[in-house]
């Protein structure tokens, strides 16, 4: 019998190898295995088995690693797609579905020492006290970590040995799985009473039909999480796991929470199984294993979970589906809400997409009936959407005459009634630092990163210059770098984070004021933490970037604060306004949740700009239209799909030579596909990055699947410089 091996080093084809006589019935496809190649052994995936092989003199797999195939045979279909879709090599396809954690020769099991108390029938030995208190304590609980059960006794390791000798006891080795939620106190909820539009909508989810991909149009605030929990509920009656996937691992506490409370206990009870980049390589590797195992049968995670070992699987649900974080930035730059799709298709299981602002390609296959919409129009139990107002920043600015203000008045006697009557406020800015760039007045020297195409971004309490790119760091300047000038009037410019905290604690030096961005959260359980003090009202006002703009449910927030909310309007990409639309939306939906009603302000230098006064209606379908329209006449998704080419190295005259050869190779090969249209080259938004310079093609069509082979041919054989590197992006999220 033959087995056809894909290497986990990248050689872009599959290896043939003779399955030895003592492996027979051990080697399926999926089994991860140990072979010989050239000198050296290495590891690798068996995708396919054949009877015979063409080539002779095999050699033979030297052994299998674990006791069960580690990917299944649709996980290595759905592999096999994503490398075709997203023009990448099929073994860095294989790698990004099977966690390193787990892809490691030696099984990561921790082991623990263990103590358990042995029953006893006749008479019992004389015992000193210390060997009578430790068995005292295993009277109360018979099995114990040793480490533990010496740090309750207050004795050493020997006192327990010789209760061994005696027969009072055993120590062995067991394995201790890492549960990253292991401290949480999870109390046991049960299902809600749904509304007439939530009925409905779960209906429609339930019902056996051909149509199996679901968006879940609901407002902020109207009971989505409460419809996946039912869902969630009936695939596990019928004997199916489910995957639910959020896209911020900051969501991933609360959500896990809720799902736990759900189905930690009764008769549908399971183990729920986190997978996100944030956990140890332990913490991940055990949390797989529970549901290749079948022992976890929800999973929760970030995009990778899309890929976790759920078999059978019921229902996989995408919360927020509009986030771009379910874009992988690295080859394969795969998007999780995609793959779950076309993973659902293969596996007969249902997907429910969910957003208070679906993605525009998402509701265009709404509208075009290749998915199924459902709405939620009201927030739960009829509570009032928040009432958004818009601040023109221009007379503010005017009045203020002094730099970029940071409040406007009407914002800032909000704030102060909110703290009076105990209500809470939360501010969004989605930049960090103090200021985003340093210059001399003079002179009119600029601190510009010297890898990349940016200026520093000053950090205040750190007295720092940054690059948020490259996180390039020096010290902040006293005067003017430049040495010709010296100038110590140097001036920052610009809003951060930072800067608005500072601001709040000068107008309110009495509130409780905390920073959420990635320069405050240092620590594993920094997240959960403050929002924990959040949730129990010892915070009176919560600055912060993307991270606290959505997902989150605190009924005491009334007043949501907006600071520069054309921030992602002035961004080089055809998605702006609808980055803006969605993040404005989201934010807002964050006030107003409980009974008070909520009240959002909008501080704007565009105050008409379309996306700014769709998202104060709360009118989706509005936005969606215009938006629609603009895309239709420039052929921009989702009337077709994009193909991103990016080409770059550190001498930028070989760059751009590369690029236009590249340009010219396309325009020979792709001859048959008859609505492409091709732009560039040109210097990429962000020109430089990383000391490499960046040029970009980019190409337009309706065929993508197509395309994407093409474009897989030519780069095995498009001849460039070595120190020149080309990626291909197909449906790009990011422009830059």
Known sequence: MIARVTLEIALGKEFDY??????????????????????????????????????????????????????????????????????????????????????????????????????????????????????????????????????????TAQTVRKLEDKGLLTIAAEISERDPYANETILPSTSLVLNEEQTKALAEILAPQNNKVFLLHGVTGSGKTEVYLQAIAHALKQGKGAIVLVPEISLTPQTVERFKARFSSGPLQTLVAVLHSHLSGGERHDEWHKIRQGRARIVIGARSAVFAPVDPLGLIIVDEEHEYSYKQEEAPRYNARDVAVVRAQKENAVVVLGSATPSMESFYNAQKGKYKLLELRQRVDHKKMPIVRVVDMRHTARKEKGGTPVFSPELKEAMTQRIERKEQTILFLNRRGFATSMQCPLCGYVAECPNCSVSLTYHRKAQRLRCHICAHDVPAPLVCPDPKCKNPAIRYSGLGTERVESSLNTLFPKACIQRMDSDTLKRKDDFRRILGDFRSGKIDILVGTQMIAKGLHFPNVTLVGIIYADLSLHIPDFRAGERTFQLLVQVAGRAGRGDVEGEVFVQSFTPFHPAIQYARRHDFAGFYEQELEFRRQLKYPPLSHIALITIKGRNEEKVSFSAEHTKRELEKQLTDIRDLTLAGPAPAPLARSETHYRYQIMLRTGQMSKLSRKLAELRLNLALPDDVLLTVDIDPVDLM
Not at 60 to 76: D, H
Not at 118 to 138: R, Y
């Open 18 to 155: 003779l399955i030895p006589a003592e492996l027979e019935g051990r080697v399926e496809v999926g089994t991860r295995v140990k072979v010989p190649f050239a000198n050296r052994q290495v590891l690798g995936c068996v995708t396919a088995l054949a009877e015979a092989s063409e080539h002779a003199n095999l050699k033979a797999i030297i052994k299998t690693i674990g006791t069960q195939s580690q990917i299944t045979p649709k996980i290595l279909e759905l592999s096999r797609w994503i490398a075709d879709y997203y023009c990448c090599p099929a073994e860095v396809a294989l790698r990004t579905v099977l966690p390193e954690s787990v892809r490691k020769e030696k099984q990561g099991w921790r082991e623990h020492l263990y103590v358990r108390a042995t029953p006893q029938t006749g008479e019992m030995p004389k015992l000193t006290a210390k060997q009578k208190a430790v068995l005292d304590i295993l009277l109360t609980r018979p099995a114990l970590p040793l480490q533990e059960l010496l740090h309750s006794a207050k004795t």
